[in-house]
Structure formats: C-alpha cells, structure tokens
C-alpha cells in the first residue's frame, strides 16, 4: 500500500510559477517509478511527466517540455514537479501517481500505475 498526499496548487497569473510536491508512505519510495497527471472535467486524465524509479529517467509531455521540470527525493520521500511559464490551458487537477514496479522508462499511461494522490487544483488565470 502507498499513500500519496499533493500539495503546493493555487492561483497564478499566466507566466507564473508554481511548485507542486507529492509525499509518499508505506512503501520504499526509492522502488517506485512516479508520475505527474492532470485532468479538467469531462475530459481523460492526462500525462504531464514522469521520473524513473532511480531518478536517472525524465519524460515530459509535449505541452509542458522546457517549462515543467520533475524531480525526486528518495531521503524524503518525496516528487515535486517545478511549473514554471505557467498557461491558462494548464489549469488542472494535477494528481501524483505511483508505479510499484521499477521501471527505467515509466509509463504514459494511468492505467499502469497503482497508486494516486487526491489532487490538487491548479488555476493560471489570462
């Protein structure tokens, strides 16, 4: 069992910056390949960017490369995601996803991981 816990979302004028970070529990972190997700209503939950399990992998969307920067703390069981150059199409639910298996090129996919934050709101106002 993992828990995975978000925070760090808001309200910020386009062009802005903000810092999300995802806590992880009860489970050896340093094991688990992570992953950032958004959605908006009615529409599927979309990969925004993942981290291998060692650190020494990171995958972006297309729509967030060169501005949104993932990385990892294994002492602090920890994964941030840096937004900087924020758009109002980036207004989301951001969510934290865990993979239990330790894989070097994490999936894009939600249906691969097996663990989820709660969410949290991201609003870049025009």
């Known amino acids: 069992q993992v828990e995975l816990v978000e925070s760090g979302g808001g309200l910020v004028q386009a062009g802005g910056s903000l810092r999300l970070s995802c806590g992880a529990s009860?489970?050896?972190?340093?094991?688990?390949?992570m992953a950032w997700f958004r959605q908006i209503p009615a529409a599927e939950r979309e990969f925004v960017a993942a981290?291998?399990?060692?650190?020494?992998?990171?995958f972006y969307a297309d729509s967030v490369k060169g501005r949104f920067t993932i990385s990892r703390d294994n002492a602090k069981n920890t994964v941030d995601l840096q937004m900087n150059s924020l758009k109002p199409e980036d207004t989301a639910v951001y969510y934290c996803?865990?993979?239990?298996?330790?894989?070097?090129?994490?999936?894009?996919?939600?249906?691969?991981?097996?663990?989820w934050g709660q969410g949290t709101q991201v609003t870049v106002s025009s």
């Open positions: 996803a865990a993979d239990i298996q330790s894989v070097d090129l994490p999936s894009e996919s939600p249906i691969e991981y097996d663990y």
């Open positions: 009860g489970r050896t972190f340093r094991t688990l390949a």
């Open positions: 981290i291998s399990w060692s650190g020494g992998g990171t």
